[in-house]
């Protein structure tokens, strides 16, 4: 079987994490995915080359210099027969090379053309440099991130704005193929990263807009004061999840670990216990300590109360629950996280990270055949 992009090449201009990281989940579903990479190469694969392999799996190189001619005529072939064009530029230089969706619609009217940028192709900051950090920042999840009473922290240990920007990327690129099915026109896509983010902070600015409506004003502290949800560490040097929100929950969980004293009437509303959450946490977390992680994981999973454990990526591939669900596989001597959602034709996750230029002579060769 092949997988449901089987037939549909993208040519991959990106570096770094969110265009690779697309394309490579594009690889996963069949897709050809021609990485376009300039002579010195993506610099992914020197400064970080663990993750040069996770997210290029799959693809194909060629050795490009758009500034060259001769090279940009080459590129302008491959993207009058390609599906898909993704380009992590800053704003402008796409256009500076020739290589902008303006002419390569001329040659190619059913292209999809996804451009990922910090802060998308319009707007007064288009042009800033900037990492994940500055694109969490505008988009408020720095904001909302860190202790309820402390200042803004970058806390998340993945780059969430690069992710997302991805998966916005995948989603918009997808929803493009299918309108190209029905009106045989491609489209221009303006991927922001902050965007992104800033899509991803909806449900906390849902709270914070219900309250303004109400003429309260609510800050991080009354978004993040969850009780009875956190990590606690256990006497074991393991760290176990608690996630008792709902009343149901926190009862069981009180039951469950013998917290008398908090099963009464003046904590059955959430509102209640989060206005004591300071409290609940320094008893449970004293509680916890007390025991292993495996004591309290057997009376979790027993009486039915949210946890899990925390994970290191030391442990990710010995988890036994990711390992029924093969979300670490072994690709020779490395481990892999394949694409999530299982589908016919994805049995088998790319195995292998092109060299510099690998396919180069190759897809030269497949064009002179087209030509001919």
């Known amino acids: 079987m092949s997988g449901p992009l089987t037939g549909i090449t993208i040519l991959d201009l990106s570096e770094l994490l969110p265009g690779p990281f697309a394309s490579q989940q594009f690889v996963e579903m069949g897709a050809e995915v021609i990485k376009v990479e300039r002579p010195s190469g993506d610099g992914v694969r020197t400064m970080f080359p663990g993750m040069f392999f996770a997210v290029?799996?799959?693809?194909?190189?060629?050795?490009?210099?758009?500034?060259?001619?001769?090279?940009?005529?080459?590129?302008?072939?491959?993207?009058?027969?390609?599906?898909?064009?993704?380009?992590?530029?800053?704003?402008?230089?796409?256009?500076?090379?020739?290589?902008?969706?303006?002419?390569?619609?001329?040659?190619?009217?059913?292209?999809?053309?996804?451009?990922?940028?910090?802060?998308?192709?319009?707007?007064?900051?288009?042009?800033?440099?900037?990492?994940?950090?500055?694109?969490?920042?505008?988009?408020?999840?720095?904001?909302?991130?860190?202790?309820?009473?402390?200042?803004?922290?970058?806390?998340?240990?993945?780059?969430?704005?690069?992710?997302?920007?991805?998966?916005?990327?995948?989603?918009?690129?997808?929803?493009a193929l299918r309108g190209r099915d029905a009106t045989g026109q491609g489209q221009y896509l303006d991927v922001s990263i902050t965007d992104a983010v800033t899509s991803w902070v909806t449900p906390r600015y849902g709270v914070w807009d219900t309250a303004r409506q109400q003429g309260k004003t609510i800050g991080k502290a009354e978004i993040l004061r969850r009780p009875a949800y956190g990590c606690f560490p256990t006497s074991d040097g393991k760290y176990i999840t608690i996630g008792a929100l709902e009343t149901h929950f926190f009862r069981r969980l009180t039951k469950a670990i013998g917290l008398t004293g908090y099963d009464g009437p003046d904590y059955e509303n959430y509102a209640d216990r989060a206005a004591v959450t300071d409290e609940i946490h320094a008893v449970l977390a004293a509680r916890?300590?007390?025991?292993?992680?495996?004591?309290?994981?057997?009376?979790?999973?027993?009486?039915d109360v949210p946890f899990a454990p925390v994970n290191t990526l030391d442990s990710l591939a010995d988890d036994p629950h990711l390992t029924a669900r093969k979300m670490v596989r072994k690709v020779g001597a490395s481990q892999i996280i394949p694409f999530p959602v299982p589908m016919d034709g994805m049995e088998h996750p790319a195995e292998h990270a092109p060299e510099l230029g690998e396919h180069g002579a190759a897809i030269l060769a497949d064009l002179e055949r087209d030509k001919t």
Request: proline share 7%; with cysteine; net charge negative.
């Open 288 to 303: 916890i300590a007390e025991e292993s992680y495996a004591h309290w994981a057997a009376i979790f999973e027993r009486d």
């Open 56 to 175: 290029n799996r799959g693809k194909k190189s060629i050795v490009l210099n758009l500034k060259d001619p001769e090279d940009r005529a080459v590129f302008l072939k491959l993207a009058k027969r390609a599906d898909v064009l993704l380009e992590g530029y800053r704003p402008g230089v796409t256009k500076r090379l020739g290589v902008d969706y303006a002419t390569l619609s001329v040659i190619n009217p059913g292209l999809i053309y996804c451009s990922i940028s910090g802060y998308g192709q319009i707007g007064p900051a288009r042009d800033w440099p900037g990492h994940d950090l500055n694109y969490a920042a505008m988009a408020g999840a720095v904001g909302v991130s860190g202790h309820p009473d402390g200042p803004p922290e970058y806390t998340t240990g993945v780059p969430v704005g690069d992710l997302a920007a991805s998966m916005y990327a995948m989603i918009s690129i997808l929803a």
